[in-house]
């Protein structure tokens, strides 16, 4: 049987190659194959927990979907809109938010990275925002979740208010209980600055990821730059443990040629990081720059990307009013 997939993006810029390897690359795969239903969505409403330029929101919401079409997913087999767009959101997310509890909210460890040390600062939404994931998600009846390691405990987060929702109101399998795709290796990349922390947008340092609108050269530069350590390659997976940045390149390697990590350890083991980075360099410039050329050539066609938000909202306005309705009259109103 198909699945019925559902993920989101936010529409925040410098998608990057973490976004891509950990879950778009899954995307593209999920809505090559027939039986799946997908919905892919650009998550604004998301993004406006932390103030944004409307004007620059304006333009990331196109440039996401762009940046879907261009990684490969097909407009025309999956659903591809913008969440504000379809007013069962928010709606939803509060409903639920009447079922979520304090004290899981309060577990929640992106928020603790989020809001850093000043918490009272943080903006409620930030505070919610896994509860409008988790509206998201269940108004599609979906029954995978494509994501990245990092949003794992907010689909454990959603499974448990969709298995209250249904125990309190008493409606056995109204909601859906998601299952997260979260691939067993390449789920995590790490900075190229940094190996103990994640590839980010929000990293103030350029260096430190690859955009998917990078060129050849910044690609080639950004790899040259990447920090690494003074050791030859490694000889065993074991070895990478402590080696946190030749980890992440290995992997990052071995993603994009579709290799296991051991495959690519013996590939490399005992040479140096300057032959092993060209041919890094190589793949993600044969990988990327198609994309990054195709982004930029999308981004200048409007008509067609707004297109694709209207055709988009039309379809999935039309699922989740239908499951808002019945929401609404299971609570009461
Ligand atoms: P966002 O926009 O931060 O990231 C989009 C997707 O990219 C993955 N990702 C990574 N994967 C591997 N390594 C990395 N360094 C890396 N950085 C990001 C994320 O795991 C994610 O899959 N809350 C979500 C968006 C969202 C959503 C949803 C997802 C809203 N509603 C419903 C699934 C279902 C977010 O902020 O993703």
């Given at each position: ?92 997310a509060w409903l639920l938010s009447c079922v979520a509890r304090m004290g899981w909210l309060n577990r929640m460890t992106q928020f603790k990275e989020k809001a850093g040390k000043d918490k009272e600062k943080a903006s409620i939404g930030l505070y919610s925002y896994p509860i409008l994931m988790a ?199």
């Amino acid at each position: 049987m198909g699945k019925k997939i559902f993920s989101g993006v936010q529409p925040t810029g410098n998608l990057h190659l973490g976004n891509y390897l950990g879950a778009i690359k899954n995307f593209v795969d999920l809505n090559n194959d027939d039986k799946n239903e997908c919905v892919f969505c650009v998550v604004d409403l998301h993004a406006i927990t932390v103030k944004q330029n409307p004007q620059v929101l304006r333009d990331n919401i196109r440039e996401t979907v762009a940046t879907f079409v261009a990684c490969g997913i097909n407009p025309e087999k999956s659903i591809i809109f913008n969440q504000s767009s379809v007013p069962a959101h928010s709606e939803g997310a509060w409903l639920l938010s009447c079922v979520a509890r304090m004290g899981w909210l309060n577990r929640m460890t992106q928020f603790k990275e989020k809001a850093g040390k000043d918490k009272e600062k943080a903006s409620i939404g930030l505070y919610s925002y896994p509860i409008l994931m988790a509206s998201d998600i269940l108004l599609y009846d979906t029954t995978h979740v494509p994501v990245g390691e990092d949003q794992k405990q907010h689909l454990e987060l959603c499974r448990d208010i969709a298995q209250k929702f249904n125990n309190e109101y008493g409606v056995e399998d109204f909601f859906k209980i998601p299952e997260p795709l979260i691939q067993k290796y390449f789920s995590r990349i790490m900075s190229l600055k940094d190996g103990t922390k994640k590839m980010s947008k929000s990293d103030l340092s350029d260096l430190s990821r690859v955009n998917l609108t990078d060129d050849k050269d910044q690609i080639i530069n950004k790899i040259k730059k990447a920090k690494t350590d003074p050791l030859p390659l490694p000889s065993s997976i074991d070895e990478l443990k402590e080696r946190p940045e030749a980890k992440n390149l290995i992997e990052i390697y071995s993603s994009l040629n579709n290799l296991s990590l051991e495959n690519s350890v013996n590939e490399f083991k005992g040479k140096n990081f300057s032959d092993f980075k060209d041919k890094l360099s190589q793949i993600l410039v044969e990988k990327i720059n198609p994309i990054s050329l195709e982004i930029k050539k999308l981004i200048n066609d409007k008509g067609f990307l707004d297109k694709i938000l209207l055709e988009g909202q039309k379809k999935a306005d039309n699922i989740a009013s239908k499951k808002i309705k019945k929401m609404q009259e299971i609570i009461g109103f």
